[in-house]
C-alpha cells in the first residue's frame, strides 16, 4: 500500500481576474476550488492508474472537512487527524499573463496532535510506501521527515521524500528509496550558478545525491524532460510530450504517482521514467490532477516522440 502524507494541506482557491489594479476592485471572469497539498495530489493520480493508496495528514475546523468530503467523492481513502482549533489553509491563486499566489499560514499544530498522527502512521510495515512531501507547517519541527523515517526504519517500508532544500538534505541520511527534486532544486542543493536546465545537466548532482543516501533520484525539468538515476547507478532520459500548459500545480506531484503505480507493476525504471513523465505533463495540460484518459493519450504521444528519437 502506498500512503502518502500531507503535513499542511489546503484549498486552492484558483481566481481568473479580468484585470490586477492593486489598490482597485478587480473582478473575476471564473473561479476553481481545488484540494491542494502534494500528498493529496498524488493520491488522486495514484486513483486514476487504480493503485491502491492513502491519504495521511492534519486537518482543520470547516476547510478540513472541504477536503475530506472532496476525497471521498474522488474515490480517495483517508486518514486524517482533526484538529480541535483553527482551519485548514486556504490559498488564493490569481491566474492572469502571470500567476500570483498568496498562501495561508494554516493553524497551529500542538504536540499531541502530531503524536497522533506518529501512532497512526506506526501501523504501516514491511513492504508498504510513505511518501513525505510538501511544505511543513511553521508549528512542526524542521526535521519532522526524518523523525518519522526513523520511527518506522527497519520496517522494510520504503520511503519516498519530495521536497526543497533542507528538508530533502536531512532526509537522505535514511536512504530513501526515491527522492523527487526538479532541476532547480537540486541545482540549488550543490550551490550551481547558472541552475541546471536540461535533464542532461542534472545527471551529475543525481549522482551525488545517491551518494548522499537516496536510491532512486528522479529530476523534472518541465518542458525539457527528465532524467533518472536508479539504484544500479544507471542513467535514464525521457523527453516532454508537447502540450499547451494550462496548469503547472500538481505536475511534479504526479510524475512520482506515475513513477510508483508503474514500478510496482513492472519493477522497469525505462517504463517507470516514461510514465511518469506522461503523467507530470497531463496533469500540466489539464485543469487539475490529470484523468486517466489524458494520461493514457499523453503516454501514447510520449512514446511516439522516443520512437522518433530513437530512428534518427
Same mark, same amino acid.
Given at each position: ?13 484558483? +481566481? ?8 482597485y476592485t478587480?473582478?473575476?471572469?471564473s473561479?476553481?476550488?481545488h484540494v491542494?497539498g ?6 488522486q %493520480? %495514484? ?9 495521511l ?5 470547516? /476547510?478540513g472537512?472541504?477536503?475530506i468530503?472532496?476525497?471521498q ?8 487527524v482533526r ?13 492572469g ?26 501501523y ?12 511543513i507547517p511553521?508549528s512542526?519541527?524542521?526535521?519532522i521527515?526524518?523523525i518519522i ?11 519516498v521524500?519530495d ?12 536512504k ?7 532541476n ?5 542543493i550543490f550551490?550551481m ?7 542532461e545537466?542534472?545527471?551529475p548532482?543525481?549522482h ?9 533520484v ?5 518542458a ?9 547507478d544507471?542513467?535514464h532520459?525521457?523527453?516532454s ?12 506531484d504526479? +510524475? ?10 513492472t ?18 495540460a ?11 493519450? /499523453? ?9 522518433k528519437?530513437?530512428?534518427?
Open positions: 500500500m502506498i500512503y502518502t502524507v500531507t503535513l499542511n494541506p489546503a484549498i486552492d482557491y484558483v +481566481m481568473h481576474p479580468l484585470s490586477l489594479d492593486m489598490g478587480n473582478r473575476s471572469s473561479e476553481e476550488l491542494g502534494n500528498g493529496l495530489n498524488i493520491c %493520480l %495514484l486513483n486514476e492508474l487504480d493503485t491502491p493508496n492513502v491519504a495528514g492534519i486537518v482543520a475546523g470547516f /476547510t472537512d472541504y477536503i468530503k472532496r476525497l467523492e474522488k474515490g480517495v481513502s483517508s486518514n486524517f484538529l480541535d482549533h483553527g482551519n485548514t489553509r486556504i490559498n488564493v491563486k490569481l491566474k499573463i502571470v500567476m500570483t499566489m498568496v498562501n495561508g499560514m494554516g493553524p497551529r499544530i500542538p504536540q499531541s496532535k502530531v503524536d497522533e498522527l506518529l501512532d497512526r502512521i506506526d504501516l510495515g514491511s513492504g508498504d510506501t510513505i511518501v513525505l512531501t510538501g511544505s511553521k512542526l519541527p524542521r526535521d521527515y526524518s523515517m526513523e520511527r518506522l526504519s527497519g520496517r522494510g517500508i520504503r520511503f521524500v521536497a526543497p532544500g533542507e528538508l530533502l538534505v536531512n532526509a537522505l541520511k535514511s530513501p528509496f526515491l527522492i523527487k527534486p526538479n532547480h532544486e537540486i541545482g540549488r550551490n550558478k547558472p541552475l541546471p536546465e536540461m535533464p545537466d542534472v545527471l548532482l543525481a551525488k545525491t545517491r551518494e548522499m543516501g537516496a536510491q532512486n528522479l529530476v523534472s525539468c518541465g525539457r524532460g527528465a532524467a533518472l538515476v536508479d539504484q544500479n544507471q542513467e532520459i525521457v523527453p510530450a508537447k502540450i499547451k500548459l494550462i496548469n503547472a500545480t500538481g505536475a511534479g504526479s +510524475m512520482v504517482a506515475g513513477f510508483l503505480a508503474t514500478y510496482d507493476k519493477h522497469d525504471f525505462d517504463r517507470s521514467l516514461v510514465v511518469a513523465s506522461a503523467c507530470g505533463t497531463a496533469t500540466a489539464s485543469r487539475g490532477i490529470a484523468k486517466r484518459a489524458t494520461i493514457e493519450k /499523453t503516454v501514447a504521444n510520449l512514446e511516439q516522440i522516443i520512437a528519437q530513437n530512428n534518427k
